[in-house]
C-alpha cells in the first residue's frame, strides 16, 4: 500500500501563531518539533494499516521544515520551494491514498491561522459556488490521479470544509480554534495518539474510499484583497474579471484548473512582495 502525505504546519496541535510556522520566526523550533511528532505519528498509523510505501511532501511555507534523518519509517521526503503542483507534489496514480496533514481553513474562516495559499493575497475562494480553502484545491489534482483522500488534520473547521470535496474523508480535530490566533489544543503526545489511530483506522476502510467527484466542469471563482491582484489575474489565459477584487475561471480538467490557480498565486505575489 502506497500513501501520500501533504503536509501543512497551521493544523498542528500547539501551533497557533505564524512564529511557530515561518522560518524566522521566534518560536520555529517548536513548531518543527509539534510537526514532526504529527508526522510520524501518521507514519506510524499508515505502517499499522499495512502501508509499504509512504511520500512525505513538505508543503508548508519555505516546504523544508522537517529533518529527514528523524521521519519514521523511512519515508520519503518531497522538499523544496518551487513545485508545479504545489502542495500536491509527488501524487500520481500508483498511490492508494492520500492524508492531508496539519490542515488548516479557508480564509476568511475563524479557524486558527486561516487562509488560502496566500493570506495576503487571496481573500476568498469558491469551487463551483462553494467556499473552499485548500483542502478543496487540492482535491482536483487527487480527482484528476484517481486517488482517495482518506485524512484532513486540523481543527474543527477543517474535515467540514473538506467534505463537499473529499467523499468518506476521515476527520481528526487536534485542535479546537476559539479565534484566528488562539486555539485549545490537545497534550502534543494525546493528539499524536489520535492521529496515529485515526490513519490507522481510516486506511483499513481504504476500499469503501472513492476518488473526489468535482461536478465538471467546474469554475474556481478567487476574491483578492487589491483590485491590482484581480488585474494581474487576467494575464492568466481563460481567467475572467468579475468584479474589482474578483476573477473566475472554468474548465473540464482538474489538474488544469489546480494548475491555473497556482500560477496564479505565484504570479500575485509579485505584487505582494513589491
Not at 489511530?197 to 474510499?209: I, M, N, P
Request: glycine share 10%; aromatic share 8%.
Amino acid at each position: 500500500m502506497k500513501i501520500f502525505v501533504s503536509l501543512d504546519l497551521e493544523g498542528v496541535a500547539g501551533i497557533v501563531d505564524w512564529q511557530q510556522c515561518v522560518a524566522d520566526g521566534d518560536d520555529y523550533a517548536v513548531g518543527r518539533d509539534l510537526a514532526l511528532g504529527e508526522v510520524n505519528a501518521a507514519i506510524e498509523g499508515i505502517i499499522a494499516a499495512g502501508g509499504t510505501e509512504i511520500l512525505i511532501n513538505d508543503a508548508h511555507s519555505v516546504m523544508r521544515n522537517l529533518p529527514p534523518s528523524l521521519l519514521a519509517g523511512r519515508a520519503a521526503y518531497l522538499s523544496g520551494r518551487v513545485k508545479p503542483l504545489y502542495m500536491m507534489q509527488g501524487l500520481d496514480h500508483s498511490f492508494d491514498a492520500i492524508v492531508f496533514l496539519g490542515y488548516h481553513s479557508a480564509a476568511g474562516t475563524p479557524g486558527i491561522l486561516s487562509h488560502t495559499y496566500n493570506p495576503k493575497a487571496i481573500a476568498d475562494v469558491r469551487l463551483n459556488g462553494v467556499p473552499t480553502g485548500e483542502a478543496g484545491l487540492n482535491a482536483l489534482v487527487a480527482q484528476h490521479f484517481g486517488v482517495p483522500v482518506a485524512v484532513i488534520t486540523g481543527d474543527q473547521y477543517v474535515g467540514p470544509e473538506a467534505e463537499p470535496f473529499c467523499p468518506g474523508v476521515a476527520t481528526i480535530v487536534v485542535k479546537e480554534s476559539i479565534s484566528r490566533y488562539a486555539a485549545r489544543n490537545l497534550h502534543p503526545d494525546a493528539a499524536r495518539e489520535l492521529v496515529r489511530d485515526g490513519v490507522r483506522e481510516a486506511l483499513a476502510r481504504r476500499g469503501e474510499l472513492v476518488p473526489p467527484q468535482i461536478t465538471l466542469p467546474a469554475t474556481i471563482e478567487v476574491r483578492f484583497t487589491s483590485p491590482d491582484m484581480a488585474e494581474q489575474a487576467t494575464w492568466i489565459q481563460g481567467v475572467r474579471r468579475l468584479d474589482f477584487v474578483t476573477v473566475a475561471f472554468t474548465g473540464d480538467e482538474p489538474l488544469a484548473l489546480f494548475q491555473a490557480f497556482i500560477a496564479l498565486v505565484y504570479l500575485t505575489r509579485s505584487l505582494v512582495e513589491s
